[in-house]
């Protein structure tokens, strides 16, 4: 039912900034909690964070914990995730899908083409 088109990506310098969209189409954005994971070559895909479906809560891994935050427009049907003070980690391809944050990062669905994020400087 849902699809999702990431963008926002790109090169970016260690310490700067970068958001990224995740626009939906198709029915059914304001019933899922929408989550962001990140692939890195040869690495398995991590679960960056997670917002519930009124935006009221938000998850976030470790890792980007106090540098990201995410939000979400229903009325757009859109979530964003704001990167802050990004480190050469943080590359990756980062992927929008639906699910459940009672369940972050497991049982995600609807996954996007994803959006290259380099971080380097």
């Known amino acids: 039912q849902l699809q999702f088109v990431e963008s926002g990506g790109g090169l970016v310098q260690p310490g700067g900034s970068l958001r990224l969209s995740c626009a939906a189409s198709?029915?059914?954005?304001?019933?899922?909690?929408i989550g962001w994971f990140r692939q890195a070559p040869g690495k398995e895909r991590e679960g960056v964070s997670c917002?519930?479906?009124?935006?009221?809560?938000?998850i976030y891994g470790d890792s980007v914990k106090g540098r990201f935050t995410i939000s979400r427009d229903n009325a757009k049907n859109t979530v964003y995730l704001q990167m802050n003070n990004v480190k050469p980690e943080d590359t990756a391809v980062y992927y929008c899908?639906?699910?459940?944050?009672?369940?972050?990062?497991?049982?995600?669905?609807?996954w996007g083409q994803g959006t290259q994020v380099t971080v380097s400087a």
């Open positions: 899908a639906a699910g459940s944050c009672n369940n972050w990062p497991l049982a995600f669905a609807s």
């Open positions: 917002i519930s479906v009124s935006g009221a809560s938000t």
């Open positions: 198709g029915f059914g954005f304001k019933f899922y909690s």
